[in-house]
């Protein structure tokens, strides 16, 4: 979107500017006319900050391939942790019978069911329940957290029919667990937690194996279920999309937060330290919010990073996902709103509250399509209770295209550097064929322009020859019944076969 708006006070009469210069002329000294024809200096900057011509796009998809190779070979080289998942057996589509999923990554979890009928029949038929932890529940102990999510998985497990329905003799139900806290994985079914994130204050879990924390929570409940699968949701949604799909091989998760994994091979991973997949290939989950080389940043990103709670970390995250693109705005309007009296001769007071403007937000502006940008009007007030003009609201959808467009082709450029980095170990492998990338998330699936300027930095690397193979396919919800069919691709008993 090309940037040709101004910023417009209410009233250029108003005698009391900063330094005691009269309001109208301080905004002349400041490059800002009121014939409406120059962009205020403070976007003229942050459009020159965040540009991601072709040049930077490639800087950050070579140090992207350079810092994998780094975190494949240990875990001590920084940047990219590039953490095994365990995952070397995918779905394959023959699997039958029926398999649990637990899907907990925050205040409500989900649990999932699903029939499956081998290669002819595929998923026969799923069912699906949300379960809301109680809040009191995050700050009391293992036991009693695990204890709750067990008994809701028996409730599910009894309503679904299957409390009446008999295994084989010696089995038990099987379930994929998607556990989307920090975790040491120790192998597909283990995992040490290493801290509680999101709210979660639990007592007496970090330390401890996840796994057996359900494990004996369902012991507890009498249910007749073992965890055969522990993964994060960016490595369930690749297995959920493979299914269907076998040249997936990447999957990314763009949403609240933002994660990528990749299949790769075994022989490439040198922090195996001797263990060889009989598949020869094993899942690696990236972790890419970690990573922070190349990356164009302004004195926003800096002042949210050093206020935020992990400051000098997760940096690629607080620059692409939807958590923090609405807080970057809202800290470019308050700038705006100071040095240029955006909304006015006065600042709103709310838009001093740091994460009062969401990126949902920031969407629908960014969306509307009116003659006076009604709905970006409605949305200031309603948010940060300012009024404003329609050249306001022109600088302020430019504000949300400049850091939309930053952030869309940076996840375009990491994406190009997981799939340089698969054809660099595997020459043939991505590059000449069809290769899906599989994407979920809310700020992926609800941003249309987030989208596109993904694609748009993925055709610039690749050209267009390679990058016409390279698809980027939408997969909504798929880490619930990724996580089912894992359970299945690891099972004990080769199929969950019913008496």
Known sequence: MASTSVVCGRSLSF????????????????GIRASGVAAPPVLADLQAKCATPLPVLRRVADAMVSGMGAGLASDDAGGLPMIPSFVDSLPRGDEKGAFYALDLGGTNFRVLKVELGGRDGRVVSSALQYVQIPQELMFRTTEELFDF?????ARFVASDGGASRQLAQGQKWELGFTFSFPVRQTSIDSGI????????????TAGRDVVACLNEAMDRQGLDMRVSALVNDTVATLAGARYWDENVMVAVILGTGTNACYIERANAIPKLQGLNPSSGEMVINTEWGAFSEGLPLTEFDRDMDSASINPGEQIFEKTISGM?????ARRILLKMSEDNALFGDSIPEKLTSPFVLSTPSLCAMHQDNTNDLSTVGTILTEAIGAESSVNARKTVVDVCDTIVKRAGRLAGAGIVGILEKMESDSPGLVFGKRTV????GGLYEHYPQYRKYIQDAV??????QISKNIIIDHNKDGSGIGAALLAAANSKYGSQILN
């Open 149 to 153: 999510i067990a008994s809701e998985l």
């Open 459 to 464: 055709s610039e690397l690749l050209g267009p």
């Open 15 to 30: 005698a009391g500017g900063w330094d005691g210069l009269p309001r109208r002329k301080w905004r002349i000294l400041a």
């Open 193 to 204: 937690l290493i801290k509680w994130t999101k709210g979660f204050a639990v007592s007496g």
């Open 324 to 328: 923090y693109l609405g807080e970057i």
């Open 437 to 440: 990338v599989a994407m979920d």
